[in-house]
């Protein structure tokens, strides 16, 4: 094999790979944003943010034997997490919220400036051509200058309100001018200058408002995403055992059509044989289509349902794969004997401390305090103190046009003579000094632009306290009512079975009392009507309890370690743990 068809097969290979493989979790911190280390143009290109991978897992396919996708509660929320498109959609909440954060640190918005450093070059050239009406000042009637400037300037705001510049400019200046001693002649300036606030924006509170609001919001960003997952999950559990009493709910009414089919052979026989009037097969016989019909209904109840769970559990239903297979649900409609009893204090204890609900009011409620601190500060005069120093230079070649009289044009000093770097070393060593300080006064008469801003931060933190109290009640309501519903869910389990159980023996006794002649047909066919009802209130019953066990840890904000997802999972959508369930048929034990 050649080394250029050993390259093709590997890129083939590669590409392959590729595309049977998920595509990696990508833990990317756009909060950080990109250094100029090891690349020095990183932060002027764009952030690598990858497509979507909207590509059902792999695990499907491993769900999938003899055309049905056998499927146990944690296989499916495996396959939420993996593929759900709304909690997929949610993943991109904290990333943009890191976003917000690094715009912060940058310094947008605060009174200081930017924190970011900024470098600013500025160069010029020009020429100039300026008529004279006299030689005497610039001994020709036709003054030519081309001066070439450069300026470098650097700035930067600090946390403390304090800003500060460095600015330096050199100009070569070339003339026509027999007057000028210099030509060309260089200019230099070397300035420091900074500014820092007292009142309004002095510190670190005002200037570091909006990172530490960016900060709360990245983490509300992330508790938010976490109560998104939660109640995907509850769903997606919810949809399991629906499907699971659809599919249950058919069985029963294929024992009912069972039941009628049953009866009609048995009156058909009768009145073969003279012992029964013919009206009566004529009954069974509608009773027959009655329970198809409802038969027919179950059916496609349970189809609908499978849909719906497709919709949850994958990003493309439509799939080859998965448009015809029917999802058996695995898990068995097992209750335990008592529900889950925990004290109502402890399980409220249990939801203040994980409803993400919870968490994000109280971040809401920092970050109104934080900006009604701001708001305070926003609304002092502005006093401003500032300073700058300056070198300046001049240096230059003397000018070969320039005539020097001994009283009025002296020759320059020697320490003049020279190009750029003489002119440079002057404005470093401050051989000709510039300094000075100065106060700005800013008092606006009326502020009012600055009372709008605190009274609405402080109405808008009250509002918060409101929003705080409203949360901490509905988390009350809804682990007391989740609590009674699970504990009457239980209690029902047991009067349908026993309802059940009753029909069955009235079901039997009309029956033989039919046979002996002591019964109508209508009794029995009365009898098994009851019987499939209470048969289907039975399964309905155990799932309504499945249900109230997932809005139980729902309410006390455990759905994820009840479902065995840990938070990093839940962030990068990968599953690193939980095996095919033994249960199914055909299945092995691949994992992910």
Request: aromatic share 8%.
């Amino acid at each position: 094999m050649t080394s250029a068809t050993f390259r093709r097969s590997a890129v083939s290979l590669l590409l392959v790979l590729a595309l049977a493989l998920p595509l990696p979790a990508q833990n990317i911190d756009f909060s950080k944003g990109k250094s100029h280390i090891p690349f020095v143009f990183g932060p002027y290109t764009p952030q690598f943010v990858p497509q979507p991978s909207l590509r059902n897992s792999p695990r499907i396919e491993d769900l999938i034997h003899e055309g049905k996708l056998y499927l146990s509660l944690q296989d499916a929320i495996y396959l939420a997490l993996e593929n759900n498109l709304d909690i997929a959609t949610a993943r991109y909440g904290p990333d943009i919220a890191e976003t917000d954060l690094l715009r912060t640190k940058a310094g947008a918005g605060t009174p200081a400036g930017s924190f970011d450093p900024t470098v600013t070059y500025d160069f010029g050239w020009n020429r100039r051509s300026q008529p004279q009406t006299t030689t005497f000042i610039a001994g020709t009637n036709k003054l030519l200058q081309t001066p070439v400037a450069n300026t470098f300037t650097y700035s930067q705001a600090f946390h403390t309100g304090t800003s500060f510049s460095i600015l330096f400019s050199t100009t070569r200046t070339s003339t026509n001018s027999n007057r000028t001693a210099f030509n060309p002649s260089f200019n230099s300036s070397l300035q420091f200058g900074f500014t820092q606030r007292l009142l309004n924006g002095f510190g670190f509170g005002p200037n570091t408002r909006f990172i530490r609001i960016a900060k709360n919001s990245r983490e509300i960003s992330d508790h938010a995403f976490l109560q998104q997952v939660m109640d995907i999950l509850s769903q997606v559990k919810n949809a399991y055992w629906e499907l699971v009493f659809a599919r249950e709910d058919v069985k029963v009414k294929e024992q009912s059509l069972a039941l009628a089919q049953k009866l009609y052979e048995d009156n058909k026989r009768q009145v073969e044989i003279g012992t029964l009037a013919p009206i009566e097969v004529v009954r069974a016989e509608a009773e027959v289509a009655r329970t198809r019909q409802d038969l027919i209904v179950a059916q496609t109840t349970l189809l609908q349902q499978q849909i719906t769970m497709k919709n949850l559990l994958t990003k493309n239903p439509m799939d080859p794969l998965l448009a015809l297979v029917e999802i058996e649900p695995a898990e068995p409609l097992e209750v335990p004997e008592l529900p889950e009893v925990i004290p109502i204090q402890d399980a409220l204890q249990i939801a203040m401390e994980k409803r993400p609900e919870i968490v994000q009011a109280q971040l809401d409620l920092k970050n109104q305090k934080i900006t009604v601190d701001g708001a305070k500060n926003a609304m002092l005069p502005s006093v401003d103190l500032s300073g700058s120093y300056t070198g300046a230079g001049l240096a230059g070649a003397l000018n070969p046009l320039a005539v020097f009289d001994p009283v009025f044009n002296r020759p320059p000093s020697d320490e003049f003579i020279g190009y750029f770097q003489r002119s440079f070393t002057q404005a470093i060593q401050g051989v000709f000094p510039n300094y000075g300080f100065g106060v700005t006064i800013n008092i606006p008469i009326k502020n009012r632009a600055a009372q709008a801003e605190m009274a609405r931060a402080q109405l808008q933190e009250r509002q918060a306290q409101v929003r705080y109290r409203r949360t901490v009640n509905q988390v009350i309501v809804e682990v007391r009512n989740a609590q009674i519903a699970l504990e009457q869910s239980r209690a029902r389990i047991d009067a349908a079975e026993k309802a059940r159980i009753l029909w069955q023996e009235t079901l039997d006794a009309e029956q033989k009392k039919f046979q002996l002649g002591a019964s109508t047909i209508f009794l029995v066919i009365q009898a098994q009507r009851d019987l499939t009802q209470a048969r289907s209130q039975e399964v309905r019953a155990k799932v309504e309890f499945k249900r109230a066990q997932v809005n139980f840890d729902r309410a006390l904000g455990r759905t994820l370690e009840q479902s065995h997802i840990t938070v990093e999972g839940a962030l990068s959508g990968v599953v690193t743990t939980g095996l095919v369930s033994p249960k199914l048929p055909g299945a092995g034990s691949n994992s992910r």
